[in-house]
């Protein structure tokens, strides 16, 4: 079962000001060469073939994959504009989102 959306977001939002988020298509990607990714969070209105990148690269570290809102509602939650795709950095915050969110590892 998954948490309430708005609760999630919430916590999405303290990862975010925590400065455990890599948000954008150029940060997350980034973030997935080196190392740092935990979770990709894709949202759920994200083109084809940004989805399929971001999950191919994902795969390719081992990284699982969420989709979570629209990319306004993702980007307004993080504090940002429109976003396709954000990567948490941090072991807790990306296993707790998970759990929440739901997703394929």
């Keep these: 079962m998954t948490e309430r959306p708005d609760k999630t977001a919430a916590l999405l939002g303290l990862a975010m000001r925590a400065g455990k988020v890599a948000a954008g298509e150029t940060a997350a990607e980034l973030a997935l ?4 990714a935990r979770l990709v969070i894709l949202s759920e209105d994200a083109s084809v073939n940004t989805s399929a ?3 191919k690269m994902a795969a390719r ?10 990319k306004q509602e993702l980007g307004r939650c993080i504090g940002r504009g429109e976003r396709s ?12 989102l998970f759990r929440r969110i ?4």
């Design 61 to 70: 570290e081992d990284v699982p994959v969420c989709r979570f809102l629209p």
């Design 33 to 36: 060469r080196k190392g740092r």
């Design 53 to 55: 990148k971001f999950e």
């Design 85 to 96: 795709c954000a990567v948490i950095t941090d072991e807790g915050f990306a296993s707790e």
């Design 102 to 105: 739901g997703g394929k590892s």
